[in-house]
């Protein structure tokens, strides 16, 4: 399976149009750590790309890649840096008088047709509670606590060759409980969402694990690798953070073989 990291920002992106700090303007001029809103593009032999979420950069994100008609979809949660590209992604079906199949947990996809009703014209809306397979990987999504912002999905991508051998795509959590951190044990690929180096604000208003607390959760699953995205204007890759062996930020177009 090929990863493409379309997006490696958290839900403002990188600059902050509000904002003036040093890695924002940064952002804006050398442009290292621009950051568009998390999303991933999946592919794996004998299956159509697969994109996971699809945020209001989706457009851009869509000219970078080349790409003109999208028809797989994945959903990790109905938060608007997740899912606000939707209703282009739908326009853009109509003029081509396509239909494309957008998957997630029953739960997701009722708050997706509740806030966007006339999605549902151009999207084959299907359930995935129960796990599907795509391309030679099982796909299992399970619950996960996203702090002050209520819960996601992470998505656990298992091979169905024996191995056992899997990845996890779990951009927006915190605080995890045991039976939450257990689908994350034993991965050769963790991608993670950790939007602050060190997050100075109390633990209620927090909604995403910091740095410090991923490589520390990365630590104790045994990750073989992890990439972190999810990133916020606190995060200036110009500076080295002395990330361990095996551990990086995720940038934009970032591309992984599994
Ligand atoms: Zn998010
Ligand atoms: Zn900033």
């Not at 797989?72 to 959903?75: E, F, I, K, N, S």
């Not at 299992?140 to 002050?148: A, E, S």
């Not at 951190?181 to 994350?184: G, I, T, Y």
């Given at each position: 399976m090929k990863i493409t990291f379309l997006g490696n920002g958290d839900s403002l992106g990188t600059p902050r149009?509000?904002?003036?700090?040093?890695?924002?303007k940064e952002a804006r001029t050398t442009g290292?750590?621009?950051?568009?809103?998390?999303s991933i593009w999946l592919e794996s032999e004998g299956e159509e790309p697969l994109l996971v979420d699809c945020g209001p950069d989706w457009r851009t994100q869509m000219e970078k890649l080349g790409v003109r008609s999208v028809r797989?979809?994945?959903?990790t949660h109905a938060h608007f840096d997740h899912i606000g590209g939707l209703v282009e992604w739908a326009d853009g079906c109509r003029w081509r008088e396509e239909t494309a199949d957008l998957r997630a947990p029953s739960e997701v996809l009722a708050e997706v047709v509740q806030r966007f009703p006339w999605l549902e014209s151009r999207f084959r809306m299907i359930a995935v509670d129960g796990g599907w397979s795509y391309g030679g990987w099982s796909v299992?999504?399970?619950?996960?606590?996203?702090?002050?912002n209520?819960?996601?999905y992470a998505y656990r991508f298992q091979r169905q060759d024996g191995s056992g051998r899997a990845w996890a795509y779990c951009p927006d959590s915190?605080?995890?409980s045991e039976a939450e951190?257990?689908?994350?044990r034993g991965l050769e690929l963790l991608v993670l969402g950790t939007s602050f180096y060190e997050e100075p604000y109390p633990r209620e208003t927090r909604s995403l694990y910091d740095v410090r607390e991923g490589l520390k959760l990365a630590e104790e699953v045994g990750a073989e690798q992890a990439i972190f995205t999810h990133l916020s204007h606190d995060i200036d890759l110009r500076k080295d953070y002395g990330l361990p062996a095996g551990i990086r930020f995720a940038r934009e177009g970032l591309i992984v073989e599994l």
């Open positions: 149009v509000y904002c003036d700090c040093d890695v924002c290292l750590n621009v950051r568009l809103r998390p797989h979809g994945l959903l299992q999504p399970w619950k996960v606590n996203h702090g002050k209520g819960f996601a915190f605080d995890l951190k257990a689908p994350l």
